[in-house]
């Protein structure tokens, strides 16, 4: 974990793009812990092949980048999934309630035109509150 001096903290995944693109898996500012785009993506292999288990393996990678800040699932206030094709959203929209139905964060989802890697069918962001 690194920070500014000014109560920032920023932790990676060792993912090739936080280097390459210059960001940080995950950015703690005051009450707030926000999850940078994740991948079903782990070790530089991808994890899923269909759009329900690489929304679980993607949510999963976020969930992990929490865990560096004592935060899990319950803390989540906001999550983002970016998907390549209309037809997957009932599939992502199973796995987001499977992870997320007890805690209802504002949710957005987008089809998008696709991602640096062609495989990827997903991507999600998270953002965790972690105050009193």
């Avoid at 785009?37 to 976020?62: H, I, M, W």
């Avoid at 699932?73 to 199973?94: C, K, P």
């Amino acid at each position: 974990m690194s920070g500014a001096g000014d109560g920032v903290q920023r932790v990676g995944s060792g993912n090739p793009w936080e280097e390459s693109i210059g960001f940080a898996r995950a950015v703690a500012a005051g009450d707030r812990v926000l999850v940078s785009g994740t991948t079903p993506f782990s070790d530089g292999v991808l994890q899923a092949e269909g759009p329900y288990e690489q929304a679980r393996a993607a949510f999963g990678n976020a969930l992990a980048a929490l865990e560096r800040f004592d935060l899990d699932a319950d803390a989540v206030v906001r999550t983002r999934m970016y998907l390549t094709h209309s037809r997957d959203i009932d599939e992502v929209s199973r796995a987001h309630k499977e992870l997320f139905d007890a805690v209802r964060p504002a949710a957005t989802m987008l089809v998008v035109s696709g991602f640096v890697d062609p495989r990827i069918l997903v991507e999600v962001e998270v953002e965790a509150f972690r105050g009193a």
